[in-house]
């Protein structure tokens, strides 16, 4: 195997990114017909805990938000709407689809 490099990670406001997406997870939750049981499961949650952060009673987690957005964003019937409310931008998903550059050997 080659050696390879991790790019650096783009300067990202983690929070209005949470925000953005807690806003909008009934909503997207709702476009796919998914329980909040399901989608905890999927992501690897409590449904407590996903019903929290649904309802704004806890604050979701970088590493929540990255398996939603994951979800969300690579889903064909929530893409569209998460692209539109920005909640998750270029920047990420560069740092996701090519996050690694092969060293040139010298």
Do not use: C, H
Not at 43 to 50: D, E, K, L, P, W
Not at 66 to 94: C, H, M, R
Request: aromatic letters at 8%; proline letters at 3%.
């Amino acid at each position: 195997m080659g050696n390879y490099e991790v790019n650096e990670l783009p300067e990202l406001d983690k929070d209005k990114l949470i925000e953005i997406l807690t806003d909008e997870l009934p909503v997207l939750r709702a476009k796919i017909g998914i329980s909040q049981d399901d989608i905890s499961s999927i992501i690897g949650i409590s449904r407590q805990t996903y019903s929290g952060i649904e309802t704004k009673k806890r604050k979701m987690s970088w590493n929540i938000f990255l398996s939603l957005i994951l979800f969300y964003g690579y889903n064909e019937k929530t893409t569209d709407l998460v692209e539109a409310i920005g909640a998750f931008p270029q920047e990420l998903k560069q740092t996701f689809n090519i996050n690694r550059r092969r060293k040139e050997d010298k």
